[in-house]
């Protein structure tokens, strides 16, 4: 997050960039220190005011390429964001969280709290708010409204129309409450290349074309959102299949749905670790694994090596 705030800034403050900030990337540092975060954006609500930090959102696109931002946005729903974000959270031991609860297929709530420790700053809780705003915006949603209540209980709009908007007196703004309405929600396309090296590693020589196709698509399916904990009739029916005839269909040629799956997902974790320097356990998240254990046992169980030692020799 903090890339992406330094990001914005060369575009709207260059000035506000310290010289060294470079040796702080967000992208390829596992951890950044709490302390250096919150010092560091409150440094910019008082620099730049509050739209600064509401407005971040926007560069997610812009930045060079992250996996955690790239998972992100190929969400299929805001529930399946909603589930990313959450699980990352835990994934990553992260003390602040966001408490989410989708009311219904247009409408959410979010709670920013700590799970030791300070609780999260306002300049924390602006940024959050319109980096979620803006991976909604990405993924799809439609005519977002987000908004924010004032001391005296009032409902303030805090984004409209495209556009960020911040009471006189931003210091009477309850910053770890917000709700957000969507009119309409339609899905970005993915363009998905299936690899037939990748096929043909998994299928037996002998397989009828037109079964070794069918799995080709259900491939497909995994590798549009491999980030995602997909269950097998949810890949079934974007494959047009009753589960019960893709269970069949895998058992035809000896294989089973979580083999797939796990083919897919160290598939994808080979491509990271090799392609980009972001941090493993960043990686092993976006592959679509439960936990780094999870993601290192089973990495090693298919390659023979650990995810570091493979990108070492990559």
Same mark, same amino acid.
């Given at each position: 997050?903090?890339?992406l ?11 506000l ?5 470079? @040796?702080?990337? !967000?992208?390829?540092? /596992? ?8 010092? &560091? ?22 930045v060079?390429?992250?996996?955690i931002?790239? !998972? @992100?946005v190929r969400?299929?729903? +805001?529930?399946?964001l909603?589930d ?15 408490? %989410?609860?989708?009311?219904d297929?247009?409408?959410a709530?979010?709670q920013?709290y /700590?799970?030791? $420790?300070k ?5 924390e809780?602006?940024?959050? #708010?319109?980096?979620?705003?803006s991976?909604?915006?990405? %993924?799809?949603? %439609? ?6 209540? =004032?001391?005296? $209980?009032?409902? &303030? ?5 495209? #556009?960020?908007?911040?009471p ?7 910053t770890s ?10 899905p ?8 037939a ?8 020589? !002998?397989?009828? +074309? ?8 259900? %491939? ?12 097998v $009739?949810?890949? @079934? ?15 035809g ?5 979580s083999?797939?799956?796990?083919? =897919? ?12 320097d972001a +941090?493993?356990? !960043?990686? $092993? &998240? ?6 780094? /254990? ?12 650990t ?8």
């Amino acid at each position: 997050m903090i890339n992406l705030v330094v990001h914005r800034l060369r575009k709207t403050h260059p000035e506000l960039v310290p010289q060294d900030m470079n @040796a702080v990337d !967000a992208v390829r540092e /596992a951890h950044v220190p709490m302390t250096f975060k919150r010092d &560091f954006l409150d440094f910019i609500w008082r620099k730049t005011g509050p739209k600064m930090l509401l407005s971040v959102g926007q560069e997610i696109l812009n930045v060079s390429h992250d996996p955690i931002w790239y !998972a @992100a946005v190929r969400s299929g729903s +805001p529930a399946m964001l909603f589930d990313k974000w959450q699980r990352f959270e835990i994934f990553g031991h992260s003390k602040n969280r966001l408490r %989410i609860e989708q009311i219904d297929d247009k409408f959410a709530s979010f709670q920013r709290y /700590a799970t030791d $420790g300070k609780a999260p700053t306002t300049p924390e809780n602006l940024l959050i #708010c319109g980096l979620i705003i803006s991976l909604m915006k990405e %993924i799809g949603c %439609i005519g977002l409204c987000c908004e924010m209540q =004032v001391g005296n $209980g009032e409902v &303030f709009t805090v984004f409209e129309d495209g #556009c960020f908007s911040v009471p006189e007196d931003t210091s009477s703004l309850v910053t770890s409450v917000w709700t957000i309405r969507w009119k309409s929600f339609s899905p970005r396309a993915e363009n998905v290349t299936l690899s037939a090296e990748l096929l043909d590693s998994w299928v037996p020589e !002998a397989c009828d +074309p037109k079964l070794k196709t069918l799995i080709g698509t259900v %491939i497909l399916v995994l590798m549009s959102d491999v980030a995602r904990q997909w269950k097998v $009739g949810e890949v @079934a029916h974007e494959a047009c299949l009753s589960t019960r005839s893709l269970q069949r269909r895998l058992r035809g040629v000896g294989r089973s749905f979580s083999s797939l799956v796990r083919l =897919v997902r160290i598939h994808e974790a080979c491509r990271l670790l090799k392609d980009c320097d972001a +941090p493993v356990t !960043a990686i $092993g &998240f976006c592959s679509g694994f439960s936990d780094s /254990a999870h993601f290192s046992r089973d990495f090693r169980a298919s390659m023979g090596m650990t995810p570091s030692d493979y990108r070492a020799v990559c």
